[in-house]
């Protein structure tokens, strides 16, 4: 890099490009680079003039890179930056969110389709995008409420699946547990992942990585527990 960064985060692109965003420390910036097979390059003409705080970056399936991150100059309200031919613009409204993001905050991308999630005090909330400028940003709701999860999480990891399954990943700070949920693709709501290895109380973090045969309905769960890691599968799909 030709500045010194903080916060690094790295995506992949379809075809095997890696992305990556880091904060500019002179500016608050968010720099994002593309690996071209031997050098990194900048990617847009010009960069997000944006101060930023935990940038994400995420990559759909047509090559657009996307950032979030927390909009310091919006109260730290979330906001989505999507690659316009070679210019960066915001996908909807700079801090769409309209809440105070005091915590995580993840992104990812389902075919065009992009998801971002925030934690917000007691509470995360899922957004999703079609990805099409002209649209808005739609709260993903468990029923009626618009938290996706809640008991003080404290962290946020979203994933994405074959199939069109969106997980949710985090650990409760109230109970001490790790907890998984899974964003249904063609009905509303979420259902809740529980296994024996989520009843007991953990101390850590929980993320879903996916598993390498790429099995239909199998993932590979990633939790921390008492200073150590653990892998487990999950076949979620009856």
Request: glycine letters at 8%; proline letters at 5%; charged letters at 15%.
């Amino acid at each position: 890099s030709s500045a010194t960064g903080n916060s690094p985060v790295m995506a992949e692109g379809p075809n095997g490009e890696a992305y990556l965003c880091y904060i500019n420390q002179q500016n608050g910036y968010p720099i994002v680079k593309k690996f071209n097979g031997s050098s990194w390059s900048d990617v847009g003409s010009t960069g997000i003039e944006i101060w930023a705080s935990n940038p994400k970056i995420a990559v759909d399936a047509n090559g657009r890179p996307y950032v979030a991150f927390a909009d310091v100059n919006r109260n730290f309200q979330l906001t989505v930056m999507y690659l316009n031919g070679n210019q960066w613009d915001t996908l909807g409204p700079r801090g769409f969110s309209a809440f105070t993001s005091v915590g995580e905050l993840d992104l990812e991308t389902n075919g065009t389709t992009v998801y971002a999630a925030y934690q917000q005090y007691n509470q995360i909330k899922l957004w999703s995008h079609t990805g099409n400028p002209a649209d808005s940003w739609t709260i993903r709701k468990d029923g009626t409420s618009e938290s996706a999860a809640t008991g003080f999480p404290g962290s946020c990891n979203l994933y994405k699946t074959y199939y069109d399954y969106v997980f949710l990943s985090y650990l409760e700070t109230t109970s001490k547990k790790n907890a998984v949920r899974v964003l249904n693709p063609t009905t509303p709501g979420y259902t809740t992942i529980s296994n024996n290895y989520f009843s007991s109380a953990v101390q850590g973090n929980v993320e879903v990585i996916a598993i390498p045969t790429k099995s239909y309905g199998n993932v590979l769960i990633s939790l921390s527990k008492s200073g150590s890691t653990y892998l487990k599968p999950y076949f979620f799909l009856s």
